[in-house]
């Protein structure tokens, strides 16, 4: 779905008289795939260049060097663009940014609308959208009434209603509270098995990584560490070299001398369990 071959991306900062003040490099020769029907974390401290690279995704950046595809088709042609985000839909930190219409049916048409798509069928596609993140009864209200959870709700019914095969959540629960991260990070999950679309979650909550099948973790624009989430969170000393946590399950079991990779609370209770035993 996904694949990066030898990605450099530099940040280039000019003075007043437009010449070369400064170069930060993002992203390092970076090499990436993730097949179809994945779900992929990916964390990093903060500077570690993930949001650089969910915006390749999303043909919002394109390379200095190397090459990005997404399902075969090249990031570097302008032409390819919108057929680009239409497979790759991208929900963003703060859902008041992606919200532009006066009531929820018309912001999740506003991607079909643009694309010229009939009315029949964008009409069909904003229905059946509502309905899968359970917002089709609020159709006809204000977005704005809306708590943070529901509004991103809105902004990934939008992407739905584009039919997309992947789906970039970048930092999509930062602004949210506990309710509203745990019914973002679920909704994801259940897209991702229940409609095989691809998912790559981009957050510095570790608790929203558990249940992915690969995370990365990127240091310096490189992937530093990847694997299943019992391999990545079994380094615990390489993570915190790294400016990145564990999960609290973990941190916790490690502490009290609990043997293995503990990353639930269930599992934290039966490795108590035995332990007493």
């Known amino acids: 779905m996904v694949r990066f071959e030898n990605v450099t991306f530099e940040y280039i900062r000019r003075d007043e008289e437009g010449n070369v003040d400064s170069i930060t490099t993002a992203l390092?020769?970076?090499?990436?795939?993730?097949?179809k029907g994945?779900?992929?974390?990916?964390?990093g401290s903060n500077g570690s260049g993930k949001s650089t690279l969910a915006r390749h995704i999303n043909a919002l950046l394109k390379p200095t060097e190397g090459k990005v595809l997404i399902a075969g088709i090249d990031t570097a042609d302008d032409d390819d663009a919108l057929e680009i985000r239409q497979r790759a839909g991208m929900v963003f930190q703060n859902p008041d940014n992606q919200i532009i219409a006066e009531t929820i049916e018309?912001?999740?048409?506003?991607?079909?609308?643009?694309?010229?798509?009939?009315?029949?069928?964008m009409q069909q596609r904003v229905d059946e959208a509502l309905k899968r993140v359970g917002l089709y009864k609020k159709r006809h209200e204000s977005p704005n009434?809306?708590?943070g959870g529901q509004k991103q709700k809105v902004a990934i019914a939008g992407i739905l209603a584009m039919k997309p095969e992947c789906i970039i959540f970048d930092e999509p629960t930062a602004m949210l509270d506990p309710a509203g991260?745990?019914?973002?990070?679920e909704t994801a999950h259940e897209l991702n098995k229940k409609d095989g679309i691809?998912?790559?979650?981009i957050t510095h909550n570790m608790e929203e990584t558990v249940g992915a099948d690969r995370i990365i973790v990127m240091d310096k624009g490189k992937i530093a560490l990847q694997g299943t989430p019992r391999q990545v969170f079994s380094k615990g000393e390489a993570l915190k070299a790294l400016?990145?946590?564990?999960?609290?399950m973990t941190e916790?079991?490690?502490?009290?001398?609990?043997?293995?990779?503990?990353l639930t609370r269930e599992e934290f209770v039966e490795a108590y369990k035995k332990a007493l035993r």
């Open 28 to 35: 390092d020769d970076l090499s990436l795939n993730i097949k």
């Open 38 to 43: 994945e779900f992929v974390a990916i964390l």
């Open 252 to 262: 916790l079991a490690q502490r009290i001398g609990l043997e293995g990779c503990i």
């Open 243 to 248: 400016g990145t946590e564990v999960p609290a």
């Open 145 to 147: 009434r809306l708590s």
């Open 106 to 121: 018309e912001d999740v048409a506003f991607g079909p609308e643009n694309m010229g798509m009939p009315t029949d069928e």
């Open 181 to 185: 991260r745990r019914m973002i990070v």
């Open 198 to 201: 691809t998912i790559i979650l």
